[in-house]
């Protein structure tokens, strides 16, 4: 990886033109014949459950039936701080961001554990983290800023950065798969991000604060209360005439606007990603208001414990492959979701038809 550029690419509203021109529809003769596959497959119809809609959407993503294996995904862990931090919304010092990715590049995460696990390989992207934080090989320079302006008082971002954001995590999403990557797992870093992660939410999908705010990384019932109320300051005092762009600005962090040029570009290469949790949720829903097509390159990994993710799910239309009451983001859901995805490719590839193995039909 040690082409990975450490310059930023110049941005534009035209560049995001063109990415959003960019995503085409899944193809639809290689997910019919994906369909007719399925039906040929030693087993009752519908009894792979979302495994055969998963393998179907996989053949469309890749254009091809059977799919290609998913043999090197990768993990990118977008991070970044957040103003609103100052308004105690979380017990967490800022500075875990910082040292947590000391932690990412030592391998001693839970999501370097998981990724070991499925054979994927973790970068992180600094956003805009509010640290000095070393670039090296896994560890990407991509800073905006460190860390966004407080949520609550006025927009976290401006446009331009929302929008450099957007590029960043294109360009990671780029030059990811250009290193031979073939699945694409969000990740996110970032203390007070749930925060964000509720108002974006909330902004985007028209949920009241109280049902899309939930605990984090773990708060009191008066914080809980607390952080409620600052969400709801957001939704007051943002301006009703905002874009998509414009929300990410006002409500988002960098590491969303980083995830969402990641998705983009990913479906815009008809490369498969699998979403995390709550942020990567939140992420999504900016991608839907943008170029609604980008989603059906995206498997939702898991269901987050947050209420707020239960709620972008709903709004996205898409369906948790597990649900464990994990609530840590990292990318830990995507990637332990990650061998359900390849499963599924794996049967239409692999599966004895009726006719090849002699097994009588109903
Ligand atoms: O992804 C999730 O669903 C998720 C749910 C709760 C917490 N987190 C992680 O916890 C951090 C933010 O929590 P908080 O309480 O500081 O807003 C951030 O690093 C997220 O990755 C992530
Ligand atoms: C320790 C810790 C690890 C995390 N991983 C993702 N978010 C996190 C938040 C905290 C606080």
């Known amino acids: 990886m ?45 009894a792979l459950g979302v495994l055969e809609e998963t393998s179907v959407r996989l053949c469309g993503i890749q254009r091809t039936c059977p799919p290609r294996p998913l043999a090197k995904p990768v ?7 957040h103003g609103v931090h100052a308004r105690g919304v979380t017990p967490w010092p800022q500075e ?103 108002a974006l939410i909330a902004a985007l999908t028209g949920a009241e604060a109280a049902d899309v705010t939930g605990r984090g990384t773990g708060i009191d019932d008066p914080t809980h209360a607390h952080k409620i109320s600052i969400v709801k300051v957001v939704l007051e005092r943002r301006p009703a005439s905002e874009d998509p762009l414009e929300t990410l600005a006002s409500v988002g962090g960098f590491e969303h606007a980083g995830l969402v040029g990641f998705v983009l570009a990913a479906a815009a290469m008809g490369v498969p990603v699998v979403l995390d949790g709550l942020i990567a949720g939140a992420a999504a829903l900016v991608v839907q208001a943008i170029a609604p097509g980008a989603l059906d390159y995206c498997f939702a990994g898991h269901r987050s414990a947050e209420p707020g993710h239960r709620v972008a799910l709903q709004h996205l239309g898409l369906r948790p492959l597990v649900d464990l009451d994990l609530r840590l983001g990292e990318g830990t859901g995507a990637t332990l ?16 038809t009726f006719d090849a193995a002699g097994v009588a039909r109903k």
């Open 2 to 46: 040690a082409a990975m550029s450490s310059t930023s690419p110049g941005y534009s509203d035209p560049l995001l033109h063109h990415l959003l021109t960019a995503v085409a529809p899944l193809d639809a003769r290689a997910m019919q014949e994906a369909e007719a596959r399925q039906a040929q497959l030693t087993k009752p119809a519908g």
């Open 337 to 352: 979701a990650f061998p359900l995805v390849e499963a599924a490719g794996a049967t239409l590839r692999e599966m004895a």
């Open 96 to 198: 875990v961001t910082a040292s947590m990715i000391e932690n990412f590049r030592a391998g001693g995460a839970a999501v370097n554990v998981l990724a070991r696990q499925v054979g994927a390989e973790v970068y992180v992207v600094d956003m805009g983290v509010n640290a000095d934080v070393a670039a090296d090989d896994r560890v990407l320079d991509r800073k905006i800023r460190r860390g966004t302006s407080d949520l609550a008082a006025g927009p976290a971002m401006t446009r331009d950065e929302a929008a450099a954001g957007v590029f960043l995590g294109a360009d990671v999403a780029q030059q990811l798969v250009a290193a031979g990557h073939d699945c694409l797992l969000t990740g996110d870093m970032g203390i007070a991000n749930t925060t964000a992660s509720a």
């Open 75 to 81: 993990v990118a862990v977008f991070a970044a701080d």
